[in-house]
């Protein structure tokens, strides 16, 4: 019985796994609706099952329902006279009772400003949250399968954002177009390539695998380690073709990290020649197919982007700034999970002539949503991931280790990403994220 709920978790989230980025990268109404249902689905399964005992570690587990019990908290109704003598609450109250008097009567009134929007911000962390537990229920081979098809995934998008760069059809962009610049099926190049990078260590992870393997013979390891290299290149070249900075910056950092995360010394020595060759095949395509783009960066059109003075007045700084101001207005208890689009407002500068839907940074933004609880949801989650990586270190070198490793630079990647953008809050790297995660922390059985 337990063989068949596994492999119809795995069937499920691989249909998760290619479908969410597939609608705009999961921003669509249906498209989240679907992902939704699809994840309660998964919870079921893994519930009814009872697939995590024995696999999910207490800690992990009293951090993930008192996360929840957090964001629940605030949808309890209060008093109006409650409610309107919380920090930030006065000025909503003031015109609320302006606009009308009855109001405090009859509505329903709670610690999030916008109650709405704290549900529909719940119900959007359902597919994730049983993406991660399928990968902690699931054993190591079939968490194996899930990643393949994740690479598989990132793959397409990858083969798509280069036709949508070469070819420069319209159609190739699914009505979402960007002026060129390579989208996927995403409606955000950074996020897409917040995707890219977050994979790619996995398939450096599995070329490696084929590499040191004991158990193919010469040929099928030339196979793989190749496949899985051009898989590998094709995934990193995606971020120079949409000229993301902070893609570009990360991409450095990924080469180092996969390296020397993933080996030890004597395991470089066997993996050193194939993993730096990757790298100058990289960069040699980089300078013949990307001319282009290279010629624009020294002459007109990147050379204001990458000015000293434009990156010292870029946007960002305005946005953290201002919102720095209104997490210090709702502090500690914050505004409200998923009410960041609508309480900005009130703090945007009126040089700012567009809606900000996000800060471009997930951090503050949680913190602006959740206050203090937000900050320690940031703080433990980052103790989990240095906890595991310690525990990872010690562990018996395997094939699945080096996945999981791979994962964790993935994370890191993700992490770092999220100062400057808010990739985590698109459903689809959210999905992937906590897939992800689930693969770093899954152990075989707790003892």
């Known amino acids: 019985m337990r063989t068949f709920q596994e492999n119809l978790l795995v069937l499920i989230a691989s249909g998760l796994i290619i479908f969410a980025p597939l609608f705009r990268s999961g921003k669509t109404s249906l498209a989240l609706m679907t992902m939704e249902l699809i994840g309660i689905a998964l919870l079921l399964i893994i519930f009814w099952g009872n697939l995590a005992k024995d696999r999910l570690e207490k800690p992990i587990r009293w951090f993930l329902v008192g996360s929840l019990l957090c964001a629940l908290a605030y949808l309890i109704p209060l008093p109006h006279a409650v409610r309107e003598q919380l920090p930030g609450r006065t000025f909503y109250a003031e015109h609320l009772a302006w606009l009308n008097t009855s109001y405090s009567a009859w509505s329903y009134q709670a610690l999030s400003l916008i109650p709405i929007r704290t549900i529909a911000g719940l119900l959007a962390l359902l597919a994730p949250l049983a993406l991660f537990l399928t990968a902690i229920s699931l054993p190591a081979r079939k968490v194996t399968w899930l990643i393949l098809v994740l690479l598989l995934t990132a793959f397409s998008q990858a083969i798509l954002s280069m036709g949508q760069y070469f070819i420069q059809d319209q159609d190739l962009f699914f009505r979402v177009w960007s002026g060129g610049v390579p989208l996927g099926t995403y409606i955000n190049q950074n996020h897409l390539v917040a995707f890219m990078e977050m994979v790619e260590p996995l398939a450096i992870g599995l070329m490696m695998m084929a590499i040191l393997?004991?158990?193919?013979?010469?040929?099928?390891?030339?196979?793989?380690?190749?496949?899985?290299g051009l898989i590998s290149?094709?995934?990193?070249?995606?971020?120079?073709?949409?000229?993301?900075?902070?893609?570009?910056?990360?991409?450095?950092?990924?080469?180092?990290?996969?390296?020397?995360?993933?080996?030890?010394?004597?395991?470089?020595?066997?993996?050193?020649?194939?993993?730096?060759?990757?790298?100058?095949?990289?960069?040699?395509?980089?300078?013949?197919?990307?001319?282009?783009?290279?010629?624009?960066?020294?002459?007109?059109?990147?050379?204001?982007?990458?000015?000293?003075?434009?990156?010292?007045?870029?946007?960002?700084?305005?946005?953290?700034?201002?919102?720095?101001?209104?997490i210090q207005n709702f502090f500690p208890l914050g505004s409200g999970p998923g009410t960041t689009p609508q309480v900005y407002q009130l703090y945007q500068p009126t040089t700012i002539n567009a809606f900000v839907n996000h800060t471009h940074n997930d951090f503050i933004e949680l913190m602006l949503d959740m206050g203090i609880f937000g900050l320690l949801i940031i703080c433990l989650l980052m103790f989990f991931y240095i906890r595991r990586w310690r525990q990872l270190w010690q562990d018996k070198s395997s094939g699945f280790k080096l996945l999981q490793t791979g994962a964790g630079v993935g994370i890191l990647l993700a992490l770092l990403y999220s100062f400057t953008d808010f990739g985590l809050h698109t459903p689809a790297n959210a999905i992937f994220f906590a897939f992800l995660f689930g693969v770093f922390l899954h152990k075989e059985q707790l003892t």
Do not use: H
């Not at 990307?290 to 010629?295: A, C, F, I």
């Open 233 to 326: 290149l094709a995934l990193t070249f995606t971020p120079l073709l949409t000229t993301s900075r902070m893609g570009a910056a990360l991409l450095i950092v990924s080469i180092l990290l996969s390296f020397w995360a993933m080996t030890t010394p004597e395991i470089r020595k066997k993996v050193a020649a194939p993993i730096f060759a990757l790298r100058f095949v990289l960069l040699i395509l980089a300078i013949v197919i990307q001319l282009n783009v290279l010629q624009q960066i020294v002459t007109i059109t990147y050379v204001d982007r990458l000015a000293p003075q434009a990156a010292l007045g870029d946007l960002r700084w305005v946005l953290y700034s201002t919102t720095f101001e209104a």
């Open 213 to 228: 393997s004991q158990n193919l013979g010469i040929t099928l390891k030339i196979i793989l380690a190749t496949l899985f």
